[in-house]
T-cell receptor
């Protein structure tokens, strides 16, 4: 059964700093998504990663995928307060097609 | 265009009552998911519909939970004999095949 684990689960950082969120998954997959959720809101799609070595960037966020290590990273560069949110990775099971989410990482960026 | 619509947005019910939660996906989206999110927690997979295939019900937590999708469009999640531990936000999402999910705003269910 596919399991998806994120770490850290909570991250408090200062503006201007860099940090990385990790997403590990347990079985073969060829599709991984990153989502953002603001408090009291629904989820918004950030990135789709489809192949080994895929890298996507949007503003201060960069996501990458290593299918051999079953690992995706979400790197935050020079964080700003507007990035404060909860970030989820989600992995599609190659066997069943269903999408399983990690626990989420709550990011708090302090001035 | 219209997004995924869920109703009601809030539902308060007494323990033991049945509830129905509705999801109107984006037109033409073949995949439809239901997830449950408890306060401060991640998304717990409940059920997945893909086109005309049999739904994947492997995430439904008990036989009190059921869901159907009529005509490949609207979906209803039914919880019978609600319990306090059923209190959560129930999120519906839809997508074209092999594409990112579009989420609704959720139904916040409170069982008293």
């Amino acid at each position: 059964e596919l399991k998806v684990e994120q770490n850290p689960l909570f991250l408090s950082m200062q503006e201007g700093k860099n940090y990385t969120i990790y997403c590990n998954y347990s079985t073969t997959s060829d599709r991984l998504y990153w989502y953002r959720q603001d408090p009291g809101k629904s989820l918004e799609s950030l990135f789709v990663l489809l192949s080994n070595g895929a890298v996507k960037q949007e503003g201060r966020l960069m996501a990458s995928l290593d299918t051999k290590a079953r690992l995706s990273t979400l790197h935050i560069t020079a964080a700003v307060h507007d990035l404060s949110a909860t970030y989820f990775c989600a992995v599609v099971s190659s066997n069943t097609g269903k999408l399983i989410f990690g626990q989420g990482t709550t990011l708090q960026v302090k001035p | 265009g219209a997004g995924v619509s869920q109703s009601p947005s809030n539902k308060v019910t007494e323990k033991g009552k049945d509830v129905e939660l509705r999801c109107d996906p984006i037109s033409g989206h073949t995949a439809l998911y239901w997830y449950r999110q408890s306060l401060g927690q991640g998304l717990e997979f409940l059920i997945y519909f893909q086109g005309n295939s049999a739904p994947d019900k492997s995430g439904l937590p008990s036989d009190r939970f059921s869901a159907e999708r009529t005509g490949g469009s609207v979906s209803t999640l039914t919880i019978q004999r609600t319990q306090q531990e059923d209190s959560a936000v129930y999120l519906c999402a839809s997508s074209p095949y092999n594409s990112p999910l579009h989420f609704g705003n959720g139904t916040r269910l409170t069982v008293t």
